[in-house]
């Protein structure tokens, strides 16, 4: 029971770290890259942006003045798993937001603003959903349309961010608008990227009759496990098994030739895995 509990505080230590690394991250990205430039990047920051130029407020009393309610709203519509793990990073965010306010901009370009500032941000939210946490903002706005509409969650996202991109072109301008545009997007691929990592994974699918045969040479020659799946062949109506393997991007030229030399009639599928985690691969533990 103590060894349980012991894990359990070492869990909420660990997520803290990760809310607290990656709001630092958001942060100094924010007030060195895209508000001095009036890059408006989507999510509560580029909210604050518009307010900050058009009424001179506090981008973090403004984030937190848009945290604050919505997770109130979150908590009763949503229930209090989804607002609970928006809260910690609800209250972090704004307070790196406003103990690096007055750090120098990094750049003048806009350009380099947009991409830069928005790959920090992208990293930072990237480290905290690591921690599964949030930082609540425009992605509770985002839950809760897609709770009563039939928007997909990623539609609900990208509507929430169009209209503020929208209204950064209305403030500003088109240029600016679409700077902040360019924003969204490297800000999303870049949480991807964190999630993800950069040892991309291959799935094939391999159709053969000479199955057993392909099965028995993967795994003496690429040492990678295989998964034989029932299927049926459309025209033949025959039972026809197929064989999945899962490969490092490294190994999928030796998986390919090491088909084609046992069978070189086979039909192999080849599609990108964004993450794989077990024997041989990414291993959480």
Same mark, same amino acid.
């Given at each position: 029971?103590?060894?349980?509990k012991?894990?359990?505080?070492?869990?909420?230590?660990?997520?803290?770290?990760?809310?607290?690394?990656?709001?630092?991250?958001?942060?100094?990205?924010?007030?060195?890259f895209?508000?001095?430039?009036?890059v408006?990047?989507?999510?509560?920051?580029?909210?604050?942006?518009?307010t900050?130029?058009l009424?001179?407020l506090?981008?973090?009393?403004?984030?937190?003045?848009?945290?604050?309610?919505l997770? *109130?709203?979150?908590?009763?519509?949503l229930?209090?798993?989804?607002? *609970?793990?928006?809260?910690s990073?609800?209250?972090i965010?704004?307070?790196f937001?406003?103990?690096t306010?007055?750090?120098?901009? *990094?750049v003048?370009?806009?350009?380099?603003?947009?991409l830069?500032?928005s790959l920090g941000?992208g990293?930072g939210?990237?480290i905290? &959903?690591?921690?599964?946490a949030?930082?609540g903002?425009?992605?509770?706005?985002?839950?809760?349309?897609?709770k009563?509409?039939n928007l /997909?969650?990623?539609?609900?996202?990208a509507?929430?961010?169009?209209m503020?991109?929208?209204?950064?072109?209305?403030?500003?301008? %088109?240029e600016?608008?679409?700077y902040a545009?360019?924003g969204?997007y490297?800000? /999303?691929?870049s %949480?991807?990227?964190?999630q993800?990592?950069?040892?991309k994974?291959? $799935?094939?699918?391999i159709? /053969?009759?000479?199955?057993?045969d392909?099965?028995?040479a993967i795994y003496?020659?690429v040492?990678?496990?295989v $998964?034989?799946? /029932?299927?049926?062949?459309? &025209?033949?109506d025959?039972?026809r098994?197929?064989?999945?393997?899962?490969?490092?991007?490294?190994?999928?030229?030796?998986?390919k030739? $090491?088909i084609?030399e046992?069978d070189?009639?086979? &039909?192999?599928?080849? $599609?990108?895995?964004?993450?794989?985690?077990?024997r041989?691969?990414y291993d959480?533990?």
């Amino acid at each position: 029971m103590v060894g349980q509990k012991r894990k359990t505080h070492l869990s909420r230590i660990e997520q803290m770290l990760y809310i607290i690394v990656g709001s630092a991250i958001v942060a100094v990205a924010y007030n060195g890259f895209l508000l001095p430039n009036y890059v408006a990047a989507g999510g509560a920051s580029g909210i604050s942006t518009i307010t900050e130029a058009l009424f001179g407020l506090e981008p973090a009393y403004v984030i937190w003045g848009l945290n604050i309610p919505l997770l *109130f709203v979150a908590y009763y519509l949503l229930g209090k798993g989804s607002a *609970f793990r928006s809260l910690s990073g609800s209250l972090i965010l704004p307070f790196f937001v406003y103990l690096t306010r007055n750090i120098d901009a *990094f750049v003048q370009d806009p350009l380099l603003a947009a991409l830069f500032g928005s790959l920090g941000v992208g990293v930072g939210l990237g480290i905290v &959903f690591l921690g599964d946490a949030s930082t609540g903002g425009t992605a509770l706005l985002a839950q809760l349309i897609n709770k009563y509409t039939n928007l /997909s969650l990623g539609a609900s996202i990208a509507v929430v961010d169009g209209m503020i991109v929208l209204t950064a072109i209305v403030v500003f301008d %088109i240029e600016l608008g679409l700077y902040a545009l360019i924003g969204v997007y490297m800000t /999303s691929k870049s %949480i991807d990227l964190v999630q993800t990592g950069f040892n991309k994974t291959k $799935t094939t699918l391999i159709i /053969s009759n000479e199955y057993l045969d392909v099965q028995e040479a993967i795994y003496t020659r690429v040492d990678r496990g295989v $998964t034989r799946l /029932s299927a049926q062949g459309g &025209f033949t109506d025959k039972e026809r098994p197929v064989l999945m393997c899962v490969v490092n991007s490294s190994e999928l030229g030796v998986l390919k030739r $090491t088909i084609k030399e046992v069978d070189p009639e086979a &039909f192999v599928i080849v $599609t990108d895995s964004a993450e794989v985690v077990g024997r041989g691969f990414y291993d959480p533990a």
